[in-house]
């Protein structure tokens, strides 16, 4: 009996670890705009994919396409994205509310205010 109350225990304790999140509020296409501080806003979309049960996807900014470096959804409804490109790197870390979401983004030039939609698809 012991050694079944403690199998049961290390399953229950295990199933996390196993579970598949579920991306499926994020995956899509977003419209975002980053606020420069009087420079004029910066707009493009975002396009986040799950491939293999795991996230990917690219910004897209006036015509030049960013691949993602790293992309984790986290508990609390936090993305975190990462890109780099020849001359900077790029974060932005952001709360997923529903078809919104807001937040920072960052990059060597500083930090500035993040916000974006969903489009409907």
């Known amino acids: 009996m012991k ?37 004029g806003d910066m707009t493009g979309i975002l396009r ?25 959804f986290k508990e609390g409804n936090k993305l975190v994205i990462e890109m780099k490109t020849e001359a900077d790197h790029y974060k932005v870390d952001v709360k997923v509310e529903g078809n919104k979401f807001s937040g920072m983004g960052s990059s060597y030039q500083g930090e500035a205010p993040i916000s974006g939609e969903k489009m409907q698809e």
């Open 3 to 39: 050694k079944l109350l403690i199998l049961i225990l290390a399953l229950v304790l295990s199933y996390p670890l196993f579970a598949q999140p579920d991306f499926k509020p994020i995956i899509g296409k977003w419209k975002y705009v980053v606020d420069t501080g009087g420079q």
């Open 48 to 72: 986040i994919t799950e491939v293999d049960g795991k996230l990917t996807g690219d910004a897209t900014v006036e015509n030049y396409t960013i691949p993602f470096t790293k992309i984790e």
